[in-house]
């Protein structure tokens, strides 16, 4: 489905990147996964692509650094001859209540969460421009629709990437490029799992179908979102939630 495809992944490393970085191999897609510091299981998953039979670049960069963020697009052009789909996956938590809340910690969060994805976007909308075709999939977060105590810089950032995803889907539409958002709410990975139990059962009431979501659940619709079945598709906030949003 994704066959001969380019695509970038940043924050491929762990989670949700890790999985989708997959799942696009699995499809025939070429990757080119981004990392920031988590260097063996880049690694690491590295090998796990190239035994799925497709070209793979690793490339090591800070996203909220505009440079960093524009060699990483033109390394996967100049590697694979096109960039087709960019998922802006990267991205960090720094929680607290706003009144503890530190200015360092708040920035840092606008800057990757926020400002990365703009970078990424910046960098790779004169090569799809020049394409007339690109998938843009954007990691943005139930929070940032409903908000949560506790997450003001994060829900910011999110709110800010929704609104980013709408805008540059008005922009680019006429392009041949397609820009949706992807709002996953409770899934497990490394960053919900330093949640107390007693936070993962307040978020488990609130979840209809009664269990968090798998890395997976966010994979499926990646793959759909990149593909040529979405090409109808565009400015769309979908949640994969359980119903936790609705």
Excluded at 182 to 194: H, K, L, S, V, Y
């Amino acid at each position: 489905m994704l066959k001969g495809k380019c695509a970038v992944v940043t924050g491929a490393a762990k989670g949700i990147g890790r999985s989708i970085a997959l799942k696009y191999a699995k499809l025939g897609a070429n990757l080119v996964i981004n990392y920031r510091s988590s260097e063996e299981e880049a690694i690491s998953l590295e090998k796990e692509l190239k035994e799925l039979g497709v070209e793979v670049l690793v490339v090591k960069a800070d996203i909220s650094n505009f440079n960093d963020a524009n060699n990483l697009i033109l390394m996967a052009k100049e590697r694979f001859g096109s960039v087709d789909i960019l998922v802006n996956n990267a991205g960090i938590t720094r929680d607290g209540l706003v009144m503890r809340m530190k200015e360092e910690d708040f920035d840092r969060v606008i800057e990757v969460n926020l400002k990365g994805v703009f970078n990424c976007i910046r960098a790779v909308t004169p090569i799809m421009v020049k394409q007339k075709s690109g998938k843009v999939i954007n990691m943005a977060s139930v929070v940032g629709i409903t908000g949560n105590a506790g997450q003001l810089n994060y829900c910011a950032a999110k709110a800010g990437v929704i609104g980013m995803t709408k805008s540059l889907a008005r922009e680019l539409g006429s392009r041949g490029i397609n820009v949706n958002a992807i709002a996953p709410g409770f899934i497990q990975t490394d960053m919900t799992n330093e949640l107390g139990e007693k936070a993962k059962d307040a978020v488990m009431a609130n979840i209809p179908l009664k269990r968090f979501g798998n890395v997976s659940d966010v994979a499926e619709l990646a793959a759909f979102l990149a593909s040529e079945s979405a090409s109808y598709i565009t400015g769309q906030i979908i949640s994969v939630d359980g119903g936790m949003s609705m």
